[in-house]
């Protein structure tokens, strides 16, 4: 049995983890979102606040060990909130260390340049972060969908069909031995 956590917290692009979410299930994936309080985090969507999701565990009560596959799904103003969290930052980097694969889209990868694991990585990302990217030493690419190794990233909403497509294919693969970060 596969489980895949998804990391997130308010201000999360809706479409970006419900999409996954709903595919992984479909696949008989076991889905967990994973987010800095228990309770319920809330989704942004078309420029507004939207719907509120439950939260399965804590940032503090899960290890990278207890799951197959990380997912972070965008929006400015949740990895702008992840990144400032180093039990985040060192959960994200145990998955890049255990070879595991990991999907980020849209902004997301701000809290992988925050984890220092991006250096060498062939990605993509929402276009105004590309700078970031570069800057952290990410080899940046315009493509609906990028895979390097078990790391999957897209750009933005439009790119979630190519995006949940390749990350089934990746849970399906497992662990990846050039995985790193």
């Not at 201000?11 to 970006?16: A, L």
């Not at 939260?55 to 596959?69: F, P, Q, R, S």
């Not at 909130?81 to 260390?97: G, I, Q």
């Not at 999907?103 to 992988?112: E, K």
């Amino acid at each position: 049995m596969k489980r895949i956590a998804i990391l997130a917290t308010n201000g999360f692009e809706e479409s970006e983890l419900k999409s996954p979410k709903e595919a992984m299930e479909k696949e008989g994936f076991t889905v967990e979102i994973v987010s800095l309080k228990s309770g319920e985090i809330k989704a942004w969507a078309d420029g507004n606040w939207s719907n509120t999701y439950k939260v399965d565990k804590t940032i503090n009560e899960v290890k990278a060990e207890d799951y197959n596959v990380l997912v972070l799904p965008g929006g400015v103003i949740n990895p702008d909130l992840l990144r400032r969290e180093e039990n985040v930052l060192n959960f994200v980097r145990d998955f890049f260390k255990m070879k595991k694969p990991v999907a980020a889209i849209c902004h997301a990868p701000w809290t992988l340049i925050s984890a220092g694991v991006v250096k060498g990585r062939k990605m993509t990302s929402f276009n105004s972060i590309k700078d970031d990217l570069i800057n952290a030493g990410a080899n940046w690419v315009d493509q609906e969908v990028v895979v390097d190794q078990g790391f999957v990233t897209s750009r933005n909403p439009h790119d979630l069909p190519a995006f949940n497509s390749k990350l089934i294919e990746e849970i399906k693969e497992g662990k990846h031995e050039m995985q790193h970060a």
